[in-house]
């Protein structure tokens, strides 16, 4: 069973499209639980319930379109996270790998 990718900065925000897609409502209940209650301990479980959400996107990611999704990533990274100096590598990553 293969590791999901480290979740560096210029890895989520290559895959930032696809985790909003895919986690929506672990992010949108996790929200909730810290305005209905400012106490962090009240909501662990809902943060896990989303970073397993992310993590699970990024494997996917990485086992699906791993060239392309690199290929972005180190874009990113190299770039500092400008999407502008990456929208080739962008294209050509949401044309394999749509969220």
């Not at 069973?1 to 986690?23: D, G, Q, R, Y």
Request: with cysteine.
């Amino acid at each position: 069973m293969s590791e999901a990718p480290v979740p560096t900065s210029n890895v989520l925000f290559s895959a930032w499209t696809h985790i909003a897609s895919k986690c929506a409502q672990d992010n949108k209940s996790f929200m909730a639980c810290k305005k209905h209650d400012r106490d962090p301990k009240a909501c662990l479980e809902d943060g896990a319930v989303v970073t397993r959400c992310v993590l699970s996107v990024l494997k996917d990611l990485d086992s699906r379109c791993n060239g392309e999704f690199n290929a972005y990533a180190k874009c990113m990274h190299y770039n500092s996270n400008n999407f502008d100096n990456c929208r080739s590598e962008q294209s050509q990553f949401f044309s394999e790998c749509a969220p």
